[in-house]
């Protein structure tokens, strides 16, 4: 009798070490899911911490079923975790949402449809001609409408346009001269007060 029990404690024992490796191997796919899932699903982070928590909860099973497929597993996590959030970051910036947050995005609505490169060949020459607009405008005179410290904005030819003060803070309502063209932006000078 005595035999019977002890065997039959064994087998509970053995059964129920291998639900702890199905529950370890079991949130190590669910924190997968939920990996994938935040690069595609803007949750603001909650399937992020979902799959934090899932990871813990794998780590913990595992060391539960053994300590050796435990720490095994930590190190799995520390080794596959960079590479995992190094490629999603590249496969998520391949998403349309991706596209859309990145700075330097090549896609607008004058480039919608294309192919990569030729958004970004076509997003160029939007830059180039925004750049030479502006150049055409050096020398130019407008008016403050509001204060630059140091940036503002500045009306030109019945034009509104951000432009960054050469020196210091200029007023609103201040008479300025276009000197420069700098990062997309017209650098400007209080011009001289005819007296």
């Known amino acids: 009798m005595t035999f019977l029990l002890a065997q039959t404690a064994q087998t509970t024992a053995a059964a129920s070490d291998s639900n702890w490796l199905a ?7 669910l924190a997968l ?5 935040e690069l ?6 909650v399937l992020a911490i979902l799959c934090g928590a899932c990871v813990f909860g794998s780590i913990a099973s595992l060391f539960i079923y053994d300590t050796s497929a435990g720490g ?9 975790a960079p590479f995992a959030v190094v490629y999603g970051i590249k ?18 609505s004058l480039t919608k449809g294309m192919d990569e490169e030729t958004a970004a060949q076509e997003t160029a020459k939007i830059r180039r001609d925004q750049v030479e607009t502006l150049r055409a405008m050096i020398g130019k005179r407008g008016v403050v409408q509001t204060t630059l410290r140091p940036v503002g904005i500045v ?12 020196d210091g803070v200029i007023d609103k309502g201040r008479a300025i001269e276009v000197v420069n063209v700098y990062d997309n932006q017209l650098k400007v000078r209080a011009a001289p007060q005819d007296g």
């Open 72 to 80: 095994f597993a930590l190190v799995a996590y520390l080794v596959a």
């Open 91 to 108: 496969l998520w910036a391949r998403t349309p949402i991706g596209r859309n947050l990145i700075l330097g995005s090549t896609e607008s």
């Open 40 to 45: 595609f699903i803007p949750s603001g982070g």
């Open 23 to 29: 529950i370890g191997l079991g949130l190590a796919a």
């Open 155 to 166: 009306v030109i030819d019945d034009q509104r346009l951000d432009a960054l003060a050469e």
């Open 33 to 37: 899911v939920f990996f994938a899932l």
